[in-house]
């Protein structure tokens, strides 16, 4: 089993940042892909961004490519999302997701555990 606890969210104006993280525990994570997701009301959650554990390799949705930065501390345990420029559109509960493999997966019935969720809105 992997626990997942989500921390950062909150409200922001539009063009500010936040960070959200995403601390593991339960399992070593050297052969886990860990993702994060978000969920809109009324939408389906989609996929914002993913990264390999061991590697550090990384891989994102369009819509975020070049605004947020996905990485993790080995030491910590702790997965990050750096999230600049925010857009009125990038509100949403986000999560974070461990995948049991090594290669990146979008999808996210894919993923095997995942965080409670926190909430970040951006006001235009």
């Known amino acids: 089993q992997v626990q997942l606890v989500e921390s950062g969210g909150g409200s922001v104006q539009a063009g500010d940042s936040l960070r959200l993280s995403c601390a593991a525990s339960g399992r070593t994570l050297s052969s886990y892909v860990m993702g994060w997701f978000r969920q809109a009301p009324g939408k389906e959650r989609e996929f914002v961004a993913t990264?390999?554990?061991?590697?550090?390799?990384?891989n994102y949705a369009d819509s975020v490519k070049g605004r947020f930065t996905i990485s993790r501390d080995n030491v910590k345990n702790t997965m990050y999302l750096q999230m600049n420029s925010l857009k009125h559109e990038d509100t949403a509960v986000y999560y974070c997701a461990a995948r049991n493999s090594v290669y990146w997966s979008r999808v996210a019935n894919q993923y095997h555990y995942w965080g409670q969720g926190t909430q970040v809105t951006v006001s235009s």
């Open positions: 990264i390999n554990w061991s590697s550090g390799s990384t």
